[in-house]
């Protein structure tokens, strides 16, 4: 079998890229649907891109390369071809877009787009092995039981990082990528929750609370959720971008609050009142138990000196941990790192080194914040590829 471009991986950047590459494309996943981590976002309804789209934004080695695919397919570009086939949608927090019914109307969207452009879809087909004579790729794939033979002009790697392997991620782009001779930046998961192995907030599992963190001077202004095996929730998923294992993080747990006036006022009206019950109005009262061993939170207010009540606000606002790790690829939303950016070209995705070898999506070094950022990454890396493989058919 010929054809002209063949697209590993039909996630969300090889369906867009395939969508607008044209005629003669086949792409191929070994999953049972395309689609997949479209399919469990956003909670089953696809947080599909963000109006706060920045390439401020996004971590990778090169900050600028990311800032040409971003600024030529844009989220309102995506969010015209959403309206487009008529999917409703809403916004929610901090600019977040989502499907009002089902995530999988976004696949079925890119289906069509895709059979519109005459690209063919092979699932559960897997590669077995590729090769470049200088020219083209050779494919040998099997699908359904039986080899295939797959030559084409053009590839383009769109299978992803490592983060849920579950989903069936094997980190095969950075496999393929190394075999043409790329080289990766150091990966490692993203946007994940930390651990402590000491479980220390197991006793408070399921507390949540607004926080400002900040990990390596990199701060988030979201809800912290407490769990069993350490932190979550979306502020700490963003600055999990940001730290590296040894590193100390800090809780703001008040960050719209002057506590210290708060305490102070309570003194002279209220002097009689337990300390924790003054914090627990302020606080979830289980985290102002969890704390009152750790901060000697005993008495009443009206005995607290100027000093002890700045002592405890300081505490309270900046709170500094050291996790011992996080959950790993298991659970983390992204890979942080991939394909080395300095060798690919930022206006089509296609290797400088090999020509015809496109690299697209979350396999490369770019990462986004929590949101709906690396789904429009996906979307605009996946145009470029496109775009440049239909103007070369």
Avoid at 128 to 144: K, M, N, P, W, Y
Avoid at 186 to 198: M, Q
């Amino acid at each position: 079998m010929q054809v002209d471009t063949l697209i590993l991986g039909a996630g969300a950047a090889g369906m867009m890229c395939a969508a607008q590459a044209g005629p003669s494309t086949l792409i191929i996943d070994h999953a049972k649907a395309p689609g997949e981590k479209i399919r469990i976002s956003g909670g089953g309804r696809c947080n599909f891109t963000n109006m706060h789209t920045d390439p401020a934004c996004f971590l990778g080695k090169n900050p600028h390369f990311h800032k040409s695919a971003l600024s030529r397919y844009t989220q309102w570009d995506f969010l015209d071809l959403v309206t487009r086939h008529k999917i409703a949608w809403h916004e929610k927090t901090l600019g977040q877009l989502f499907c009002d019914d089902k995530a999988t109307q976004i696949v079925d969207m890119l289906r069509t787009e895709m059979a519109q452009a005459g690209a063919q879809l092979w699932l559960q087909t897997s590669l077995v092995d590729l090769s470049h004579d200088g020219t083209r790729f050779t494919a040998q794939i099997e699908r359904e039981g039986k080899r295939h033979s797959v030559t084409a002009r053009n590839l383009v790697l769109a299978t992803g990082g490592k983060s849920i392997p579950k989903m069936g991620a094997t980190g095969l782009a950075y496999d393929i990528a190394r075999q043409f001779g790329h080289v990766l930046t150091d990966t490692r998961p993203a946007l994940v929750p930390l651990t402590f192995s000491d479980q220390r907030f197991a006793p408070i599992s399921g507390v949540s609370a607004p926080v400002v963190a900040t990990a390596n001077g990199t701060a988030f202004e979201e809800a912290l959720l407490f769990t069993h095996r350490g932190l979550s929730g979306p502020a700490v998923l963003q600055i999990s971008s940001y730290w590296s294992e040894g590193d100390a993080i800090t809780l703001d747990l008040l960050p719209e609050h002057d506590l210290a006036t708060t305490l102070k006022a309570a003194r002279q009206t209220h002097g009689k009142r337990n300390v924790t019950t003054a914090l627990a109005e302020v606080l979830p009262e289980r985290l102002v138990d969890h704390l009152s061993g750790e901060l000697t939170l005993a008495g009443n207010v009206g005995d607290l000196s100027d000093r002890r009540i700045d002592e405890i606000t300081t505490r309270l606002h900046h709170w500094t941990l050291t996790p011992t790790g996080s959950e790993g690829y298991r659970t983390a939303e992204v890979t942080l790192g991939g394909i080395a950016t300095d060798r690919i070209d930022s206006k089509t995705m296609m290797s400088r080194d090999v020509p015809g070898l496109y690299m697209i999506g979350e396999a490369v070094d770019v990462t986004g914040w929590l949101g709906g950022y690396n789904f429009q990454w996906a979307w605009s890396s996946g145009v470029a590829a496109g775009r440049a493989l239909r103007e070369q058919a």
